[in-house]
């Protein structure tokens, strides 16, 4: 059974981390490829020496760079082992002073410069799972992972990627070595390093996973696993054994943060399922997202909620029956670059309602004004209201599919919880109910929901 495991910038955090990230490791019985992402803050910090570069201040640039050094060389220290950096460092170096001195970060610069990060951390852990007896390959991921040439949010050529996995990994994993890869990077086919969007370390672990045909792909994060609820609003929240890959986006479209589905999907499509365990508690049992929906007999699997929100509504009599006024409304937001997370319209079309990000709804309220001052003029539209801060609460569940009565008792506990809805949506996939409340009232709908379907 081949297992890539995947550790994220807090497994990988400290001398303490790795060394738990070290133990997960040499506990998992046969092949494996282990995917790191930079120790925690990194990327972040990498980014602001790029900023500051941009603005030409090279020297704040080099104290950035400087720390990120002294606190890689304090790990690696505290772990007894010595990894190679000096080169990633002052090819890092010069690449924040080249943008100093243009003044400029192209989208191809910083990725290049954010690849500092994972490939320090990479020559960390490789060296401490050396120190610990593993035989460990370090693995730059831009001789196999290759991507077109999106600079920040790269797509994977799989094809490519597939053969130049094999090559590379293949005899390594027959040595019985344990290839140590970075995440977050690749290249394009002529080298160029490219990185796979923020949080793409787990997409690197997927696409590995689904290149090799592994069996596994364990993602090693702080928290264990898919909770049923956030459980800092809800004090009884537990993990879920499992989730479909629908059930996870829904979830991580709402809010929750655990992994973001869409970069597990290689290996989901591969049919390769994916568990999400914690470094730092790794006898839970952690959550497994596979591509089925897992019959447990649940309705309401979990509730989540995504606050600092703001609905916008359209109202008047003159809207109902007139074709392509949601197309008039929509393609303001479109144009104003305003993504819409629910929308609501009554069947008597007399008012159209949709949730925004909040700092977004105001400016979006007046370029509606503006598309529809005609109707506005006519009364046609009798005007254009924003309400805001509100949140939207949404229950995700695959057994809620042609279940009768779960919308009655969503909105039976919110009633009795004094909860009041604004608005309502629910797909047409009937794995999610959502709806909009005052963002005071956020916390008491997301326990009044899961008090109701986890008793
Ligand atoms: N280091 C990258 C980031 O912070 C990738 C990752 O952590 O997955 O976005
Ligand atoms: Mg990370």
């Known amino acids: 059974m081949t297992t890539v495991l995947k550790f994220g910038g807090t497994s990988v955090g400290s001398a303490e981390a790795i060394r738990r990230a070290v133990d997960i490791v040499k506990a998992t019985e046969g092949p494996r490829v282990v995917v790191v992402s930079a120790t925690a803050g990194t990327t972040d910090l990498l980014a602001e020496a790029a900023q500051a570069a941009a603005r030409g201040d090279g020297e704040a640039a080099n104290r ?20 190679g950096m000096s080169e990633v460092v002052s090819r890092t170096a010069a690449l924040l002073n080249s943008v100093a001195v243009l003044h400029e970060c192209t989208p191809r610069t910083l990725d290049a410069i954010w690849s500092y990060g994972e490939r320090v951390a990479m020559r960390i852990v490789s060296a401490a799972l050396a120190g610990a007896g593993v035989k460990a390959g370090e693995c730059d991921a831009t001789l196999f992972i290759v ?18 996995s094999h090559a590379r990994l293949g005899p390594m994993l027959a040595l019985g ?4 890869v970075t995440g977050f990077i690749g290249a ?6 490219t990185t796979l969007g923020r949080g793409g370390s787990d997409f690197s672990a997927a696409i590995v996973a689904a290149s090799i045909g592994a069996d596994r792909l364990l993602i090693y994060t702080d928290v264990s696993g898919v909770m049923s609820a956030d459980p800092r609003i809800v004090a009884d929240a537990r993990p879920l054994a499992a989730i479909s890959y629908a059930e996870a986006s829904e979830l991580s479209y709402f809010g929750a943060k ?3 589905p869409r970069t597990v999907r290689p290996a989901v499509e591969a049919g390769i399922p994916v568990r999400i365990l914690n470094t730092f508690a790794p006898e839970d049992p952690g959550t497994t ?33 007139v074709p392509g006024f949601a197309a008039k409304v929509f393609d303001t937001t479109a144009a104003e670059g305003v993504s819409v997370l629910m929308i609501s319209q009554s069947s008597s079309e007399n008012s159209i309602c949709f949730v925004v990000p909040q700092g977004s709804a105001e400016r979006l309220r007046g370029a509606l004004e503006r598309t ?26 695959e057994g809620m599919r042609g279940t009768p009565g779960v919308a009655a008792r969503v909105f039976g506990a919110l009633g009795r919880a004094k909860v ?12 999610n109910i959502s709806l909009a409340v005052a963002d005071r009232d956020r916390e008491a709908a997301v326990r009044a929901i899961h008090a109701e379907f986890h008793r």
């Open 64 to 83: 950035t760079l400087t720390e990120l050094g002294e606190r890689h060389g304090a790990i690696a220290r505290e772990l007894g082992v010595h990894p």
């Open 147 to 164: 991507t077109d040439d999106s600079f920040g949010s790269a797509s994977p050529d799989m094809a490519r990627t597939r053969e130049r």
């Open 177 to 180: 070595m344990t290839p140590v």
């Open 188 to 193: 394009t086919p002529d080298g160029i390093v």
């Open 258 to 260: 655990v992994i973001h």
């Open 289 to 321: 997202v596979t591509g089925r929906t897992p019959a447990d007999g649940s309705i309401v699997k979990a509730t989540t909620s995504l606050g600092g929100l703001g609905l916008v509504t359209v109202q008047g009599a003159g809207m109902s029956g």
């Open 372 to 397: 529809l001052a005609r109707e506005l003029g006519r009364h046609d539209v009798e005007r254009v209201t924003v309400e805001a801060p509100v949140a939207i609460v949404a229950a995700v569940g």
């Open 420 to 431: 009041n809805v604004i608005a309502i949506a629910q797909g047409s996939s009937e794995l």
